[in-house]
């Protein structure tokens, strides 16, 4: 028996939740077959800090290395 499910993981910024200092928490969503499932990463950065193309914190941010590692491990953690 062959069974194929769709799968997918996204960071992105929940803009929705900005603190009063500019920092943006950043959300993991997990989807599969069309159920999606969000929660917080526990980390918060500034927009500018932030690639959206390859979802990953820049290196002008101080804490940069630190997130990249944990966002690293949450996605091998997943997959």
């Known amino acids: 028996m062959n069974v194929k499910q769709k799968f997918s993981i996204l960071f992105y910024l929940k803009r929705s939740k900005t603190s009063k200092d500019g920092r943006i928490p950043i959300y993991v969503r997990i989807t599969i077959d069309g159920l999606k499932e969000e929660f917080s990463l526990g980390c918060k950065v500034l927009s ?14 101080p804490d940069f290395k630190a997130i990249n590692k944990k966002i690293g491990q949450v996605k091998v953690d997943i997959e």
């Open 48 to 61: 500018r800090h932030w690639d959206k193309k390859t979802k990953t914190v820049l290196a002008r941010d």
